[in-house]
């Protein structure tokens, strides 16, 4: 049987506290393009799981704007995606997949 690659997959790595959120934010590239808006499901200080309506059309790399302005932001880097959700890891301002040597604050 082969590993998932959803969600359940990824639960036993993770290693921040889950906080269950449902907030709508905004997705961009590193050049400020507009990706669209995504729900974000849950977060930890590590990761978040992202609710959208095509994860397929998401590149491995982009920007979790969390706030209206978007001065609270995320780097991300996808972990998995299913059709409608993407697991992403926050790495540092440049996603050159570089991970977070610790949490962030949530």
């Known amino acids: 049987m082969q590993p998932s690659s959803g969600p359940k997959h990824k639960a036993?790595?993770?290693?921040?506290?889950r906080?269950?959120?449902?907030l709508i934010a905004r997705l961009a590239q590193a050049d400020g393009a507009e990706l669209g808006s995504c729900v974000v499901a849950?977060?930890?200080?590590t990761g978040a799981r992202l609710k959208t309506n095509d994860a397929s059309s998401l590149p491995e790399n982009f920007v979790l704007l969390l706030s209206v302005n978007g001065r609270l932001r995320r780097?991300?880097?996808?972990a998995w995606r299913t059709a409608l959700e993407v697991g992403v890891e926050f790495v540092w301002d440049n996603p050159s997949?570089?991970?977070m040597?610790?949490?962030?604050a949530v």
Do not use: A, M, T
């Open 19 to 22: 906080h269950y959120v449902n």
């Open 42 to 45: 849950d977060i930890s200080g």
């Open 75 to 78: 780097h991300c880097l996808v």
């Open 97 to 99: 997949r570089k991970k």
């Open 101 to 104: 040597k610790q949490p962030l």
């Open 12 to 17: 036993e790595q993770r290693r921040g506290k």
